[in-house]
């Protein structure tokens, strides 16, 4: 099994800025994996928002997000970072991480997920 624990959500203003966290452990976690962020906003499906390969050297982004939003990982402490600029109040929405073996935007390439981090932007 794999655990993902989300953390560094929180209430900031427009135009301020997050660092979300995603921990991984568990037995068959795999320093391999393709870790990704997605974000659920109530009454909305889940959305991708990044992911990046094992190495750190490949990152894949929709076009929406690019620009705003940095995925990282440090393979020393298992832990995958979003680093959350300019935030908007449609920003607002549960983050997830999630990780799979491909790098891939659609939420069935992802296998384990997170419970996730509440993200609100307030206006």
């Known amino acids: 099994q794999v655990q993902l624990v989300e953390s560094g959500g929180g209430l900031v203003q427009a135009g301020g800025s997050l660092r979300l966290s995603c921990a991984a452990s568990g037995r068959t976690f795999s320093r391999y994996a393709t870790m990704g962020w997605f974000r659920q906003a109530p009454g909305k499906e889940r959305e991708f928002v990044a992911a990046?390969?094992?190495?750190?050297?490949?990152?894949l982004y929709p076009n929406s997000m690019t620009g705003r939003f940095t995925i990282s990982r440090d393979n020393s402490k298992n832990t995958v970072y979003l680093q959350s600029n300019s935030l908007k109040p449609e920003d607002t929405a549960v983050y997830y991480c999630a990780t799979g073996s491909r790098l891939r935007s659609t939420r069935d390439e992802y296998e384990y997920w997170g419970q996730g981090t509440q993200v609100t932007v307030s206006s």
């Open positions: 990046i390969n094992w190495s750190g050297g490949s990152t």
